[in-house]
């Protein structure tokens, strides 16, 4: 029963804050199957694969040192950071590589990078909630550490490894060699640095002062990271409201369907209301074809036929126009 509870309040919590990303994205969602995927690699293969690492390069550490109190801090200030953010950034960076054209926007990158290291930190809140909580202190420590895991710190690992994807979607979306060069090294290396910030102040942060210390901080990192949030889906609202005027004088969609596609509320409204009167489907892609059409009408001005922008939106205007009559506006 306590492997269980543990395993239940590791993974349902993480299932739930990886579903608000997912609703995050308002106006263009990511193929589920491929957060499903990520999500999953950050389960087994990033936290498996760094359980293994970190313990084999810390008894390294030790070996050399012969320093417990060394081993813990270069472990958790410098190694646990550089290879759990290589771990989950690999995730990231394969969807960059193979499923490029579903990644169109910095909120794309967030919403991947997030997911994977929700899944990382599933596993890892499990460990921690069984081994740290329930067999050194019994249900009390148990309860204790699924307080500290989820609630202080539920958002750390989405928090670090969102800077990977940033910067791999800023170069995704620019056309600047330095800038395609540039920007997937810094984001690397912020989610690196903000990982060790956190660890080497858990460190030396001890009792509940440090804990309500390191929680502050903590939260002052996810609040910034919030607020960038909210300005990346109202940009992308943005787009879909300059993108998508020329649809309108084109035929393709009503005016009552482009304010319903530039409104996150009044899509779940339109979405809500097609269900009770069998045109859910249509209605559900035509939306997402918007916002599929308007990303590639954005990457078209910026970075020209990369990789058949022009073919793609002809394709999806065609989509766009046959949907049009069956979706609720």
């Given at each position: 029963?306590?492997?269980?509870?543990?395993?239940?309040?590791?993974?349902?919590?993480?299932?739930?804050?990886?579903?608000?990303?997912?609703?995050?994205?308002?106006?263009?969602?990511?193929?589920?199957?491929?957060?499903?995927?990520?999500?999953?690699?950050?389960?087994?293969?990033?936290?498996?694969?760094?359980?293994?690492?970190?313990?084999?390069?810390?008894?390294?550490?030790?070996?050399?040192?012969?320093?417990?109190?060394?081993?813990?801090?270069?472990?958790?200030?410098?190694?646990?950071?550089i290879v759990e953010e290589s771990l989950k950034g690999l995730a990231v960076l394969i969807v960059f590589l193979l499923f490029r054209r579903e990644f169109d926007s910095v909120l794309d990158g967030i919403v991947y990078a997030g997911?994977?290291?929700?899944?990382?930190?599933?596993?890892?809140?499990?460990?921690?909630?069984?081994?740290?909580?329930?067999?050194?202190?019994?249900?009390?420590?148990?309860?204790?550490?699924?307080?500290?895991?989820?609630?202080?710190?539920?958002?750390?690992?989405?928090?670090?490894?969102?800077?990977?994807?940033?910067?791999?979607?800023?170069?995704?979306?620019?056309?600047?060699?330095?800038?395609?060069?540039?920007?997937?090294?810094?984001?690397?290396?912020?989610?690196?640095?903000?990982?060790?910030?956190?660890?080497?102040?858990?460190?030396?942060?001890?009792?509940?002062?440090?804990?309500?210390?390191?929680?502050?901080?903590?939260?002052?990192?996810?609040?910034?990271?919030?607020?960038?949030?909210?300005?990346?889906?109202?940009?992308?609202?943005?787009?879909?409201?300059?993108?998508?005027?020329?649809?309108?004088?084109?035929?393709?969609?009503?005016?009552?369907?482009?304010?319903?596609?530039?409104?996150?509320?009044?899509?779940?409204?339109?979405?809500?209301?097609?269900?009770?009167?069998?045109?859910?489907?249509?209605?559900?892609?035509?939306?997402?074809?918007?916002?599929?059409?308007?990303?590639?009408?954005?990457?078209?001005?910026?970075?020209?036929?990369?990789?058949?922008?022009?073919?793609?939106?002809?394709?999806?205007?065609?989509?766009?126009?046959?949907?049009?009559?069956?979706?609720?506006?």
């Amino acid at each position: 029963m306590p492997f269980l509870t543990s395993v239940f309040f590791g993974f349902v919590p993480m299932f739930i804050f990886a579903y608000l990303l997912y609703w995050s994205d308002r106006y263009e969602k990511e193929p589920k199957v491929l957060l499903g995927a990520v999500f999953f690699w950050g389960a087994l293969i990033a936290a498996g694969g760094a359980f293994i690492i970190n313990t084999v390069l810390g008894l390294g550490v030790y070996f050399f040192t012969g320093s417990e109190a060394a081993t813990d801090l270069t472990t958790g200030s410098v190694i646990a950071p550089i290879v759990e953010e290589s771990l989950k950034g690999l995730a990231v960076l394969i969807v960059f590589l193979l499923f490029r054209r579903e990644f169109d926007s910095v909120l794309d990158g967030i919403v991947y990078a997030g997911i994977v290291a929700l899944g990382f930190a599933a596993t890892e809140n499990t460990y921690y909630i069984y081994t740290y909580g329930f067999q050194e202190n019994g249900w009390g420590g148990l309860w204790f550490l699924v307080f500290v895991r989820v609630v202080l710190v539920g958002w750390q690992h989405p928090f670090y490894t969102a800077f990977t994807g940033i910067g791999l979607a800023v170069a995704r979306l620019s056309r600047s060699v330095f800038v395609k060069f540039i920007a997937p090294l810094l984001g690397f290396g912020l989610a690196i640095f903000t990982h060790s910030v956190h660890n080497t102040l858990a460190s030396f942060l001890k009792g509940l002062s440090g804990l309500a210390v390191g929680t502050f901080i903590d939260w002052g990192g996810w609040f910034f990271m919030f607020i960038f949030l909210v300005w990346a889906v109202a940009r992308e609202r943005k787009l879909l409201k300059q993108h998508l005027r020329e649809e309108v004088s084109l035929g393709l969609m009503t005016a009552g369907q482009y304010r319903t596609a530039t409104s996150a509320w009044a899509q779940s409204f339109a979405r809500l209301t097609a269900i009770f009167n069998g045109r859910y489907r249509a209605t559900q892609r035509f939306y997402q074809v918007c916002g599929e059409l308007a990303h590639k009408k954005q990457q078209f001005a910026t970075l020209g036929d990369e990789q058949g922008n022009a073919a793609i939106i002809r394709k999806l205007r065609t989509e766009l126009g046959q949907l049009a009559p069956g979706a609720q506006a």
